[in-house]
């Protein structure tokens, strides 16, 4: 979303001399019909008890699959599987069929930029800002349902605008107390220092003032993260314009409040920029993309692939996960080399609203532009992209716990649908079936949430899960015949999903009138 992307920042400038290989921008999901109820169709009952009937369970957390079974869900968790054979007390119980089908843990989207309204309201963009969206938060709403149709039942947000942060941690509670339909959210805080704090090639400019919004200090770095702590947050993003005292500050008294840390690695090359071995010995809990690692693996201006073996042995020696994000690489690539942005997938593109496809069109979307083609290391991009593909295989031959992450919405990757494009991604490095569904779900929950009991097919575990069509163990495209979900212990069919994104056309419809109108308005303006 042009103007309302507060994560996106410029790396062309002259103060770097790395490969660029991506900005994050936020999208806006989708929009909605005004004022539907919370809780509108056929089978759209808070949770209360179901029993699934002779599905075939894929745990994921050890290598056994688990035929005939009858699986009992009450509360909001698994409380009984058994084989099908075997009576069940499930009085008043809602039956799922899962004859010929397969129940799974739900997936999870480890990185995604979720716009809402308040990203609206925060946009400096005239396109955008001031749209009429309702009053019922039903834009947010219906935002939520893209990730359960591709049986997403779970998103950690990696940091937005002020307004978007604080619709997502109401609409986290919201869905967490069973009020709202959606994935389990999780909402984390960025924090980062002025990009001129940690300049390799000063431009003479006074660094600005330290402040716990912009930290240049380990004491504004506590700070932050002790306001995250207040704020409700759930982890602790360190971005990658903190210096050497201040990372160090916050992932340390991250540690101490209990977060989680994913992000970017510190910068490298500048008085007080870390050195290769520095974020290794400090390590954050999770790298949120393959990318952050390739400056770690430069000799001069070139990727040295001789070092990737020793980046993966150091990665796997810290204790870190990853978030390769390859598709967001691939994603990438392929506006740079067809200048265009790549189809969404069949069947997704309803999903995909107005304002976010404003924001994948210039002149908001920076990777077609002509500057973006121009900056240095751009005839590098296609070798950036087999770089990451090759340093996480080697990670994951190493045992580094992989989770699957998008960096939706940025241009091109749409919420849910993206999910499986990554997986797909990580089957065709080399991991099995088992291993993708387990960087999915499994690996994502014990990072997010490791106390939850989340993550595994198994009884006491909670019930965000996906039933599907087809073996995703022969086959992970499988993962893509989603037959319905147990989202926050509710059930929701994929007809019902199709049904409430239907909803929402009329409201789109609405939302590209208003956006043609101001364009056209703009339009007079600049010819006047």
Avoid at 217 to 231: F, K, L, P, Q, S
Avoid at 391 to 408: H, I, Q
Avoid at 431 to 449: C, G, I, K, T, Y
Avoid at 508 to 521: C, F, V
Wanted: charged share 25%.
């Amino acid at each position: 979303m042009a103007g309302a992307r507060s994560d996106a920042y410029d790396r062309t400038g002259p103060q770097e001399s790395r490969m660029n290989f991506r900005s994050l921008t936020l999208g806006l999901a989708l929009g909605s019909t005004a004022l539907a109820p919370a809780w509108a169709g056929p089978g759209d009952a808070p949770a209360g008890r179901y029993l699934v009937r002779d599905v075939t369970v894929v745990p994921v957390d050890t290598d056994e699959v688990l035929s005939h079974r009858n699986v009992l869900i009450e509360d909001g968790r698994i409380v009984r599987i058994a084989p099908a054979g075997q009576r069940l007390r499930a009085d008043a119980a809602q039956v799922v069929d899962g004859r010929g089908k397969y129940l799974v843990p739900g997936f999870v989207d480890a990185h995604v930029h979720i716009a809402t309204e308040g990203a609206i309201r925060d946009s400096k963009d005239p396109a955008i800002n001031g749209l009429d969206l309702g009053d019922g938060h039903d834009y947010d709403r219906q935002a939520m349902l893209a990730f359960l149709k591709a049986g997403v039942t779970g998103a950690a947000n990696l940091g937005g605008s002020a307004g978007s942060d604080d619709d997502l941690l109401r609409l986290r509670g919201e869905i967490d107390a069973g009020r709202e339909i959606g994935p389990k959210l999780y909402v984390g805080k960025r924090i980062n220092g002025p990009r001129a704090a940690v300049a390799v090639r000063p431009d003479g400019k006074p660094v600005p003032a330290s402040r716990p919004e912009a930290p240049t200090t380990a004491a504004d770095g506590i700070a932050a993260v002790r306001r995250a702590r207040e704020r409700g947050y759930d982890f602790i993003k360190p971005y990658q314009f903190l210096n050497r005292q201040t990372y160090l500050a916050v992932v340390e008294e991250a540690r101490r409040q209990g977060f989680v840390t994913t992000g970017h690695l510190p910068e490298l090359g500048c008085a007080s920029c870390a050195d290769r071995a520095f974020a290794f010995a400090h390590p954050m809990t999770n790298i949120a993309h393959s990318e952050e690692l390739a400056r770690f693996a430069r000799i001069g201006s070139d990727l040295a692939p001789t070092e990737i073996e020793a980046l993966a042995q150091a990665v796997a020696d810290s204790g870190a996960s990853v978030t390769p994000t390859l598709v967001t690489l691939r994603t990438i690539v392929a506006m740079y080399v067809q200048r265009e942005v790549p189809a969404v997938p069949d069947g997704w593109q309803d999903t995909v609203d107005p304002v976010t496809r404003l924001d994948w069109t210039p002149p908001a979307n920076r990777y077609l532009s002509q500057a973006f083609r121009d900056q240095e290391g751009a005839d590098r991009f296609s070798a950036g992209y087999d770089f990451a593909r090759v340093l996480t295989r080697a990670l994951w031959k190493r045992g580094v716990p992989l989770t699957v992450g998008t960096d939706a919405a940025l241009p091109g990757l749409a919420f849910g649908v993206s999910v499986r494009q990554e997986m797909i991604e990580l089957r065709e490095i080399g991991l099995s079936p088992l291993e993708v569904l387990r960087a999915a779900s499994l690996n994502a929950h014990r990072l997010f949430d490791p106390q939850a009991g989340s993550g595994a097919v198994r009884e006491g575990q909670r019930a965000n899960l996906v039933l599907l069509d087809a073996d995703p163990l022969a086959d992970i495209h499988n993962v893509g015949k989603v037959a319905g979900v147990f989202a926050q212990g509710r059930w929701l069919s994929i007809a019902q999903i199709d049904q409430r994104l239907a909803q929402g056309e009329a409201f789109e419809r609405g939302l590209q009138r208003q956006i043609e109108r101001r364009k056209a308005d703009a339009a007079k303006q600049a010819a006047q």
